[in-house]
């Protein structure tokens, strides 16, 4: 089977209140592709942020004394540090630079995924203006997942995805942050090798393979790319939901 990821092109800087799945199935039918069954819509977190309106103007924003004390620490803008404190459930690290948090939403990532980059400064000042994750991005996905099956008819898998940094390893990579007809994990446990062996112990992270993969042809920087479209993912479709890649506390080495 050969997997494919297709770059949707032409997609428009994106506002709050735009409707996603309208625009991505009409970018992807101008490229030359038609959705089917089974397709796999994969969308960069900042585009589905900005849809969702997620923009913060720091100018708004009034540090707490901890946002202030942890700024010294990080060296960051305290409003800055406030926002990342109200999107995180605690920090777990704190560095010149650097400030690791556990997320509302389960994970643990750097800055609470709140990012400069890329954030239209259409606005005013664009150092002034910071993109928050989406608020629930399993539902986001599960919307976007509907928009395009009342538009074309097709059932298709939806993930977002953002890049995060690694405990044990230097540099960022795409993982999934949103699920909706996409299998977050593929247990193969029970299963042989090419040798006969039966599997124990491997359980496949199949989202954040696919979303480390779609990473590479969306580009970090100013690509222009923030969705592609894969076919011939080689595990099966099911529900699933971000919760199921979350490694729980009494099972996570790092903390």
């Known amino acids: ?21 309208e625009i991505l199935s009409t970018r992807a039918a101008d490229s030359g592709w038609s959705f089917d069954d089974g397709d796999i819509l994969v969308l960069a977190q900042k585009i589905v942020s900005k849809a969702e309106g997620r923009l913060v103007n720091l100018c708004d ?6 946002a202030l004390e942890y700024a010294g620490h990080t060296e960051k803008d305290p409003r800055f540090i406030e926002l990342v404190l109200r999107e995180s459930q605690s920090v777990l690290r704190v560095r010149p630079g650097t400030i ?14 709140i990012d400069h980059s890329n954030v239209n400064g259409a606005w005013g000042n664009a ?14 996905a599960r919307n976007i997942q509907a928009e395009i099956l009342e538009i074309t008819g097709k059932k298709i898998g939806v993930m977002i995805i953002d890049s995060h940094g690694r405990a044990w390893r230097s540099g960022t990579v795409g993982v999934s942050i949103g699920l909706a007809g996409v ?44 969705a592609v479209v894969v076919r011939g993912f080689p595990y099966l479709l099911r529900e699933s939901s971000l919760a199921e890649v979350i490694r729980p506390k009494e099972l996570d080495l790092f903390r």
């Open 100 to 113: 690791i948090v556990e997320h509302k939403l389960g994970f643990i990532c750097a800055n609470a995924g």
């Open 127 to 140: 150092e002034d203006w910071v993109l928050l994750l989406p608020e629930d991005p399993d539902r986001s």
């Open 61 to 66: 924003v009034v540090p707490s004394q901890q």
């Open 1 to 21: 089977m050969t997997l494919i990821i297709e770059p949707i092109r032409g997609i428009p800087i994106i506002g709050p209140g735009d409707v996603l799945g």
């Open 183 to 226: 299998p977050g994990l593929v247990d193969m446990r029970g299963k042989t090798d090419m040798f006969g062996y039966q599997l124990r112990v491997t359980i496949i992270a199949a989202a954040d393979e696919l979303a480390a993969g779609a990473s590479l042809v969306m580009g970090q920087a100013n690509e222009k790319i923030p």
